[in-house]
């Protein structure tokens, strides 16, 4: 693994340079500045280190300079909230406080080489086409998100996934599971616009034998069911008022009471929520309770359209097209040049559902072997 470490100050400097040294996994170069960094860097380099406070240009500046072409881990003796805001939105993948021993800088490197490594492995994945929906690009506003969903998954706050619709919460969601303590427990996923206002309290709590005219027998609720796992309220903003009371009480005695009953039966759960509404706007409206937005929005995420997405679009288009022509037995096709330019010009208003959904048409209406712009029906589509 190659590293970059810039620091203005020579001892410093010198010190970690020796340190590093000791491990043979690593081949370390030093910079005395961002300005020198910047002119032999190269595609060599795996990470860089860098210093936030240096002469000539900062380490945010250098960072924003560097524009996710490689991951960052970023250490300074007066960190402040927001300098590692900032830079977590501009996608560094660690922030250390000086000082620090050489132990603590060595795992925070392990960290990342593995992360590369499982990043890697899944964009090999991705080219064996064995997903339609998983995270294939390397875009900055991408990997801001994950950077921020990698550190809330290692927590139990709750997280609202903000995004538009089809953007892909419930990837994000399961993703934030499987990269938790709670992988091997449940993961639940709930559509609250899918279900009839009327059910939704007894889908989610349960209800004991009797507790209506046609409850023939006890069911379990979702919570009982992610015990332990990762309950997703999808569409939260869609939930009755009469129910988010119940949700709240949940959430804040970490225990549900199923319909008919008098029992309460204690829950470990993790929430994990989304909404493409304004909930702000619903909260005014009085159609969403203000404590409970509070208590799902301990992290906000915003995932982002896959407009600003653009290196995945291609990737998922192709990947669909393959799984396409083995689901409906056709020969192999492939997509024109001019069809691969709309498809990156196109607006995409309905994200990866809407790209999957398309490419599936063209798949199924396209004559021959190649899908050409006319197959993927786009012209008057919102180029």
Not at 178 to 200: H, T
């Amino acid at each position: 693994m190659k590293i970059a470490i810039v620091e203005d100050d020579i001892n410093m400097r010198k010190s970690l340079e020796i340190s590093m040294g000791d491990y043979k996994e690593f081949e370390v170069v030093t910079f005395k500045n961002a300005i020198d960094a910047l002119k032999k860097l190269d595609d060599s380099f795996n990470l860089i280190i860098t210093d936030i406070n240096m002469p000539k240009m900062d380490g945010i500046e250098f960072v924003k300079e560097l524009n996710g072409k490689y991951e960052v881990i970023i250490m300074t003796g007066n960190a402040t909230l927001q300098k590692a805001i900032e830079s977590i939105h501009l996608g560094v993948k660690d922030f250390l406080l000086k000082p620090f021993d050489i132990d603590t800088l060595v795992n925070a490197i392990k960290r990342e080489d593995k992360i590369q490594k499982v990043q890697k492995t899944a964009i090999k994945s991705a080219k064996t086409k064995k997903s339609t929906t998983g995270f294939l690009g390397r875009s900055k506003a991408l990997q801001s998100a994950l950077n921020i969903a990698d550190k809330a998954s290692k927590t139990d706050a709750s997280i609202l996934l903000l995004g538009q619709s089809g953007v892909g919460k419930e990837v994000f969601a399961s993703y934030i599971h499987k990269n938790s303590p709670r992988a091997k427990k449940p993961f639940i996923a709930i559509n609250m616009a899918a279900i009839p206002d009327q059910l939704i309290e007894s889908e989610l709590f349960g209800f004991e034998k009797g507790a209506f005219t046609d409850a023939s027998e006890a069911k379990t609720g979702q919570f009982e069911l992610a015990n332990g796992g990762t309950l997703f309220l999808d569409e939260i903003g869609e939930m009755p008022v009469s129910v988010q009371a119940k949700l709240l009480r949940a959430l804040q005695e970490k225990e549900v009471r199923r319909l008919g009953s008098s029992k309460t039966i204690k829950i470990d759960i993790r929430v994990v929520s989304a909404t493409n509404a304004n909930l702000s706007e619903k909260i005014k409206d009085g159609l969403f309770r203000e404590d409970l937005y509070y208590r799902l929005n301990t992290i906000p995420l915003n995932i982002p359209p896959l407009k600003e997405r653009k290196d995945e679009i291609l990737q998922i288009a192709e990947i669909s097209l393959e799984n396409n022509c083995k689901k409906y037995s056709f020969e192999s096709k492939k997509f024109s040049d001019d069809a691969k330019k709309q498809l990156l010009e196109y607006s995409w208003p309905g994200n990866i559902r809407e790209l999957i959904s398309v490419v599936e048409r063209a798949t199924i209406l396209s004559d021959g072997n190649t899908i050409d712009v006319n197959s993927l029906h786009l012209e008057n589509r919102g180029l």
